[in-house]
């Protein structure tokens, strides 16, 4: 038993700390051991806080020692994905301009789950600046899927997929701007949620798009994922876009009670570009919830078809500005030779960024220049309103909507990489979510024939969390399987 | 032909909050280089801007006092430019929804009032400041400045004169004074001005080609630069040239304005809403509360001067140019004394000590109440005028109440009839020449002989008292 600590849920883990049945240190322990022991596969972590880790453990056994509360996630380990704000180790966005920086600051999820007794096992893996649905633009390495080592765990997030899917921490945290959250956790076989905008201060989150940007956890079950929400959601005076809306207790949520709620299944998402076994997986789950209660609608979000296009527009235009600063003046990268600070600023970025953030990067600036705002900006902030609204008609008539997280399971490594348009297809599914600024959560809905995750993703209402956790953690108890542990680190 | 010119002018103003529009960084100004400063204003990895409210407060009450229309819903955009005086490679600002809009300002030249409209006022934050060692090689940046909160006030093309320009700018000024908003200090920043100058044929309703004229160091300089860029622009055209669209520089030593940059290059700020913010939201309830707090505008008070205490318009423009000014003067006559003497009194020998002391009125040590109980002093015959001249500048430097420094040095007026009419005894017996004239119908030789009673009572005697006594004692030893 104790050697297998780094296979417990979050809610396993702070109970038995809390309760003296085991030392946050040895959860540690354990922890940083499968580290050592699968991560040479996985590629997941891009650096290991063992010594930080263990001091963080010390801390926690310590309060308990002296009788204090340890906090609601006592001795839990957190992987964090490099686009959060540590003090501790380097925040780099696994870009080559931040290589080596160190933030002076932490993020405020960071503060408020230390705060809350969680421990920090080191930096994951993602796609450069969080632009990816592969982890492939990683300037550091490639993260491999573990359920098959030959695919990606998906992106933006694919290392906190990985390391939660591959039992190195208990819980990752990711962020999500079109479903960097959703997609790997679906990818991976594990569950992730990307909150109503304003629900999670974004202060310490290196910004890709701001309007759109939402950081969330993946966890091994739906439990977990009510655990963390319960500390890190809630307003931030550092963050003007966090919402002044009261945080309930998600777990209170937790029952599985489906009957009467009406599931929406929005039309335009059931198409051909939905493959046959993905479409059984989704329909299965559906059947799941029918049983039990769950009314079906069939509701019609009519511009879905804008998404992709609104997205790249919305989403490129703000990362334009965001990565602006990244110029090799006060910080990171610098490329050295260079006459004049034109010069300068050219070389650093063009040195330093890798193909996809330089592509996005000029895309935004295109869509942004005078003569060119109204054609492209201005459309797409209207027809993100419109989307918004079409999300807004659909809950009239249903609680939640349930979708397939992703239209195919984890694809090969290399396989969509010539062709950007192809990857941005990985979130057809995902990314109107965030263009309508409401929850979104993904979990596993089993295997395909070829043993991959298959992901059924769930949307509620604006900060209505609660229904949405209802309904995933009903399929969760009723599915009739367990994920298990992932076939390519079996025994 | 006859030109006119058609003038526009922007004007930054930096606010007088504690901290950064944008952190908590102080803004205060002369601090070593780069110690007023944290992530946000640096624009480092992971941080966000929270509005500073007092900033909003401050805008409002300018745009209030220049009669704009406050947005009750505007926005923040972001101003996107390559420099390193930016930390994030884009400025905060204002874009298609100012704070502030449609106001005007009413300015005063060679005695007609003339209205000049105000386009807009919104808020932003400065830019670092680089620094360049001469010669080349290293460049640095101080980012103290980044971030403290800038008003942009914008003016519509109403100005038509140098002159006028310089009324609008000393106008302005006054009313940022007034509203305590800005030190207007542009030696250290703290105020820029920019003129949009261009000419066209008297008559025409199209505008010609503009110029901007930049980094100007005092309004008396932006006034001879746009008295230099008519003439110029002028020349331009009657020699069958155009005038080129671009930013100026003006040289205080040669007097001229000389080319910085062609319009040509002007950059693309690809302007967008600012994501990190939510909108600006003014109500009816905070701007009324906002106006509450708005004091007694210059002209206003400036009017009420002359009715309330009789003054003329030349004194009660000069009280009431700065705020504190009009404060301490209010202050006086509120002590119960009479207004013009209280007016003489600080605008002459008062506000001469200032100049010679560089001080400014709140520095000052002689307060109102004290002043006010000199003046006191001599309207109640305590002290003689000239006895009050002499005093002070030693309330001046010494901060002394009048009355304890009359009691200590024994100024008391001599108001004792017996002891006048004894002095005067003294000097009619010890001078009979002037006493002969005097009695020989030379009224002048009466002046000379109270003069010699007031030196003798070392200027305590009661001039009134004196002359009638004298004059009594000639009459009755004749
Ligand atoms: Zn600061």
């Given at each position: 038993m104790s050697n297998s600590w780094y296979e417990k849920t979050a809610l396993e883990i702070r109970d038995a700390v809390r309760a003296k049945k085991v030392s946050a240190l040895e959860v540690t322990d354990s922890c940083l051991k499968r580290i050592e022991e699968v991560d040479g596969k996985l590629l997941a972590f891009i650096d290991v806080w063992a010594d930080a880790a263990r001091k963080q453990a010390q801390a926690v056994d310590a309060k308990i020692a002296a009788g204090?509360?340890?906090?609601?996630?006592?001795?839990v380990p957190i992987g964090v994905k490099d686009v959060l704000c540590t003090k501790e180790g380097t925040t780099t966005c696994c870009s080559k301009i931040l290589k080596g920086y160190r933030s002076p600051f932490d993020a405020t999820v960071i503060e408020r789950l230390a705060e809350a007794g969680a421990v920090f096992p080191g930096k994951l893996n993602m796609d450069e600046f969080a632009?990816?649905?592969?982890?492939?633009?990683?300037?550091i390495q490639r993260t491999r899927n573990p359920w098959n080592l030959d695919c990606v765990p998906g992106g933006s997030s694919g290392g906190s997929a990985a390391a939660v899917a591959g039992h190195e921490c208990a819980v990752a945290l990711g962020s999500d701007t079109g479903g960097s959250i959703r997609q790997p956790a679906a990818c991976c076989g594990c569950v992730g949620i990307k909150p109503t905008y304003g629900r999670v201060s974004r202060y310490g989150l290196v910004a890709f798009a701001s309007s759109l940007d939402q950081i969330g956890p993946f966890t091994k079950d739906v439990t977990d994922c009510a655990l963390v929400m319960n500390t890190i959601f809630g307003r931030d005076p550092k963050d003007s876009t966090s919402a002044d809306i009261p945080v309930p207790d998600f777990t209170k949520a937790l029952t599985p009670a489906v009957k009467g709620l009406r599931l929406g299944l929005p039309k335009e998402y059931y198409t051909d570009a939905l493959g046959a076994e993905m479409r059984d997986k989704i329909q299965a789950a559906i059947k799941v919830l029918e049983s039990l209660g769950a009314e079906i609608v069939e509701v019609s979000l009519p511009h879905t078809d804008y998404a992709i296009a609104t997205y790249y527009i919305i989403c490129t235009a703000e990362a334009s500005a965001n990565l602006a600063r990244f110029d090799g003046v006060r910080y990171g990268y610098r490329a050295p030779g260079v006459a004049n600070v034109d010069e300068m600023y050219r070389k650093t970025k063009s040195e330093a960024y890798g193909h996809e953030v330089r592509r996005r990067i000029m895309l935004g600036t295109y869509v942004l220049s005078s003569g060119y705002y109204d054609a492209y900006y201005l459309k797409a902030q209207k027809v993100r309103s419109l989307i918004r609204r079409d999300f807004m008609d659909a809950f009239k008539q249903c609680d939640v909507i349930v979708t397939p997280t992703s239209p195919t399971p984890a694809f090969k490594i290399?396989?969509?990489?010539?062709?950007p348009l192809e990857m941005y297809l990985s979130d057809i599914y995902t990314i109107s979510v965030n263009l309508a600024g409401i929850p979104g959560l993904s979990m596993p809905c089993g295997l395909t024939a070829s043993g991959l995750p298959a992901g059924l993703q769930i949307m509620a209402k604006p900060f209505d969390e609660e229904t949405l956790l209802r309904v995933a953690y009903t399929y969760e108890q009723k599915r009739g399987f367990e994920m298990g542990m992932p076939a390519a680190l079996r025994g | 032909m006859k030109y006119e010119a058609v003038i526009g002018m922007e004007v930054h103003v930096e606010l007088n909050t504690q901290s950064k529009v944008f952190c908590g960084c102080s803004t205060k100004f002369?601090?070593?280089?780069?110690?007023?400063?944290?992530p946000i204003c640096l624009g480092m990895p992971g941080v966000l801007p929270v509005i500073n409210k007092r900033a909003v407060e401050l805008s409002v009450a300018v745009g209030i006092a220049l009669n704009c229309t406050i947005s009750r819903w505007s926005k923040m955009d972001r101003k996107n430019y390559f420099y390193p005086d930016l930390a994030k490679n884009y400025q905060i600002s204002q874009y298609d929804?100012?704070?502030?809009?449609?106001g005007c300002l009413e300015i005063q030249v060679n005695g007609s009032t003339k209205r000049i409209g105000i386009t807009r006022a919104h808020l932003e934050e400065d830019t670092a400041r680089n620094t360049h060692t001469i010669g080349g090689g290293d460049s640095g940046v101080d980012f103290n400045r980044c971030g403290v909160p800038l008003l942009e006030i914008v003016t519509e093309p109403d100005i038509r004169s140098a002159e006028e320009a310089y009324a609008y700018l000393t106008s302005l000024k006054q009313i940022l004074r007034y509203l305590d908003v800005s030190d207007c200090n542009m030696e250290e920043g703290s105020l820029r001005a920019e003129a949009n100058i261009s000419i066209r044929p008297v008559g025409s309703k199209e505008f010609g080609s503009k110029t901007e004229v930049k980094n100007v160091a005092s309004f008396s300089g932006v006034q001879k630069a746009i008295d230099f860029e008519i003439a110029r622009q002028q020349q331009v055209i009657e020699g069958g040239g155009q005038v080129v669209q671009e930013t100026r520089g003006w040289d205080a030593d040669k007097g001229i304005t000389f080319s910085q940059?062609?319009?040509?290059?002007?950059?693309?700020?690809?302007?967008?809403?600012?994501?990190d913010l939510v909108p600006l939201v003014v109500d009816e309830a905070w701007e009324a509360q906002i106006a509450a707090t708005l004091p007694e505008l210059p002209r206003a008070r400036k009017a009420r001067f002359v009715s309330q205490y009789q003054l003329s318009e030349y004194d009660s423009g000069v009280l009431t140019a700065e705020r504190p000014m009009a404060d301490y003067y209010e202050t006086t006559v509120q002590c119960g004394v009479p207004a013009k003497p209280a007016a003489n009194w600080i605008m002459g020998d008062l506000q001469a000590l200032l100049t010679e002391h560089k001080l400014e009125i709140g520095a000052c040590k002689v307060t109102p109440e004290n002043l006010a109980s000199m003046i006191a002093l001599i309207e109640d015959g305590t002290i003689s005028g000239k006895i009050a001249k002499d005093l002070l500048p030693e309330l001046f430097a010494t901060g002394k109440s009048a009355k304890a420094l009359v009691e200590e040095k024994g100024l008391v007026q001599i108001s004792d009839t017996s002891e006048l009419e004894a002095v005067a005894r003294e000097i009619i017996a010890s001078n009979p020449g002037p006493v002969a004239d005097f009695r020989g119908g030379k009224e002048k030789a009466l002046g000379f002989l109270v003069g010699q009673m007031m030196k003798a009572t070392k200027g305590k005697a009661n001039p009134q008292m004196a002359n009638d006594i004298i004059r009594k004692e000639l009459a009755k030893t004749e």
């Open positions: 204090k509360d340890p906090g609601p996630l006592a001795g632009m990816g649905s592969s982890t492939e633009n990683s300037s290399g396989e969509k990489t010539a062709d | 002369d601090a070593p280089a780069n110690t007023n400063v944290c929804l100012p704070l502030c809009a449609n940059r062609a319009k040509e290059s002007a950059h693309d700020y690809r302007y967008f809403p600012e994501p």
